[in-house]
């Protein structure tokens, strides 16, 4: 009986097409470091599928940086080395990188572990199981096959044309030019169609959902709150959180019955994008409205400058409101439907726009009131908001002299009157918690509350460790100031800066920054009501009030009638 043997050119394809799906050495030295630096700690503690992404694209860099390396040293300085090592010595070096992976791994897993559970004690969180490192494991190594395998196609790419190439140019030009021709094609695609189909899908998904009727409550019975009785705005024509706004948040009852007092109800006035067809047109329509219900004659005048979803923080309006026991306006513009990080990378300067509309409309009908007459006027803004509530001014003294006060909490990286803020502060005090000046008239607070011997006109709330505040394109090669010591108080000591592995880090934390408890991260919630006392002077309020207050907000279900006083959502 005879042997069927397969023919000499299956082995050969089958050898060929091993060799090709094998993994460079050197690169896999280059994906197993940065894998393992992808484990240590940054400002928040994540959730295992945002580090099995972080930990799948670095290991991805790493084995692309050194492939790299190797591939110009040795068309470098070991161009001319014959010696090459032995089988025996190759496999030698290849099973030391598995025992280092093999036991690396296992290792800085464990040290994980040790940093995870550090991060979530000082934010009170729970630790998290065995299974969390293995699904990290598991998913960020699919990912990062998934990835070798796109790098391989393109590659493959690379070397046709290269091959077309070279019947006109010598083969290292050729191989320079196919290489640059498909990262060219590469970064376009990326930067153009791709970006934009995800705008695109990004618009189509979040206007569906900005159409949508909030959970709770149904267009305002109040004479007091835009798209109620007698107002030029529409309920059709808000977005769902500027429903959400309208609709919810305390009345005069439920002021009243906090304070002992009588109450007035709140004013609250909005427009959205379909209220109006642009900026100054929705800007004149809300001062249209405070008009309408009394705004300009409350005791306080909040200019909101919302998120990218037209969010405005429900803690922040409802403190307010309970401070001067209704006696106040509140008016905010919708100027995008996106989120914000989304709203950002489309067209931040929608956001100035907006803001700057808006505020200059309102003041220039609020300086029109005698002096004696006029509301504390405030300035208010979260997140994008303060990014777009800023850009109304050209200096943090133009803020100071057209405003009675102002709270930005959580401002990005890239907000121009707080960088330029921090960046003028007192050498002596770290970046995450600056001293401008003497620290009276800007103060800069991790947890809402301000010592000032009086009242400051602008308060800065961010916390320590919220990446929003801290994040920028310097990460990627520059060792920031807030890196020195010393850290937050919620912040890790074994926190270190990385040349690329950080910036990866830190934009990973963005990702989950409202994701953790209240007091850290960009979760700022209650704490805002303590910005808002350091601001202002609401009569007959005490500690205690305080504290109730604050029980209120954490608690609205059991407290208030419509359960809806603020809400510890996330910001939008």
């Not at 850290?520 to 805002?528: D, F, L, M, N």
Request: hydrophobic share 45%; proline share 8%; aromatic share 10%.
């Amino acid at each position: 009986m005879s042997i069927r043997r397969s023919p000499p050119h299956f082995g050969k394809s089958l050898r060929r097409l091993r060799s090709r799906a094998a993994c460079h050495p050197a690169g896999l030295c280059g994906a197993l470091l940065f894998f393992w630096l992808s484990l240590l700690p940054s400002l928040l503690p994540r959730p295992w599928f945002y580090q099995a992404l972080l930990s799948g694209i670095l290991a991805t860099i790493g084995y692309a940086l050194f492939r790299a390396l190797w591939a110009l040293a040795v068309a470098g300085p070991l161009r001319r080395v014959e010696w090459r090592p032995p089988v025996r010595g190759r496999r030698a070096l290849w099973w030391l990188l598995v025992l280092a992976a093999g036991s690396g791994t296992p290792w800085m897993f464990w040290r994980a572990a040790a940093w995870q559970t550090e991060l979530r004690l000082l934010m009170g969180m729970q630790s998290p199981g065995p299974p969390h490192y293995l699904l990290i494991l598991s998913v960020g190594g699919a990912l990062f096959a998934g990835l070798i395998v796109a790098g391989r196609l393109l590659r493959l790419a690379a070397r046709i044309l290269a091959r077309r190439l070279s019947r006109w140019f010598p083969p290292f030009a050729a191989a320079v030019l196919g290489a640059a021709a498909v990262a060219t094609a590469t970064a376009w695609t990326i930067q153009y169609p791709v970006f934009h189909l995800f705008i695109g899908a990004s618009d189509a998904l979040f206007s569906q959902v900005d159409q949508q009727e909030p959970e709770h409550g149904g267009p305002p019975v109040e004479a007091t709150r835009s798209a109620g009785p007698g107002s030029a705005v529409t309920w059709e024509g808000l977005g769902l959180y500027g429903r959400e706004f309208v609709s919810r948040g305390p009345r005069a009852e439920h002021l009243s019955s906090f304070s002992g007092r009588p109450a007035a109800d709140p004013i609250r006035v909005y427009a959205g994008l379909r209220s109006a067809p642009d900026p100054a047109t929705r800007a004149e329509l809300v001062v249209r409205e405070l008009e309408r219900t009394g705004g300009f004659s409350r005791s306080v005048l909040v200019v909101a400058a919302t998120t990218g979803t037209g969010w405005v923080d429900p803690n922040a309006a409802a403190s307010i409101e309970y401070l001067y026991n209704g006696d106040t306006a509140i008016a905010a513009v919708q100027y995008s439907y996106l989120p914000s990080w989304i709203s950002f990378l489309a067209d931040a300067d929608r956001a100035r726009a907006s803001s700057t509309a808006l505020f200059e409309a309102v003041h220039a009908r609020w300086t029109r009131l005698p002096e004696g007459e006029r509301p504390l006027l405030l300035l208010y803004g979260e997140s994008l908001g303060v990014l777009g509530g800023e850009a109304a001014f050209d200096d943090i003294d133009e803020v100071m002299a057209r405003t009675d006060g102002v709270l930005w909490v959580g401002p990005p990286q890239s907000s121009r009157l707080h960088s330029e803020v921090v960046a003028r502060r007192n050498p002596t005090s770290p970046v995450w918690l600056p001293v401008y000046g003497d620290g009276e008239e800007v103060a800069f607070t991790g947890d809402g509350t301000v010592d000032t011997a009086g009242r400051p006109a602008v308060v800065y709330l961010q916390h320590p460790s919220d990446p929003i505040v801290l994040w920028s394109t310097d990460l990627l090669f520059s060792r920031p100031e807030w890196m020195d010591p010393p850290h937050g108080p919620d912040v890790s000591e074994d926190l270190r800066w990385r040349p690329i592995i950080t910036w990866w880090q830190i934009t990973a934390d963005m990702a989950v920054s409202t994701r953790v408890p209240e007091g850290h991260g960009h979760a700022y919630g209650t704490e805002q009501l303590d910005s808002w006392l350091a601001l202002t002077d609401p009569p007959h309020w005490t500690d205690h009030d305080t504290e109730r207050l604050r029980d209120l907000l954490l608690h609205p279900r059991r407290s208030t009638p419509d359960k809806e006083p603020g809400d510890t959502h996330a910001e939008r």
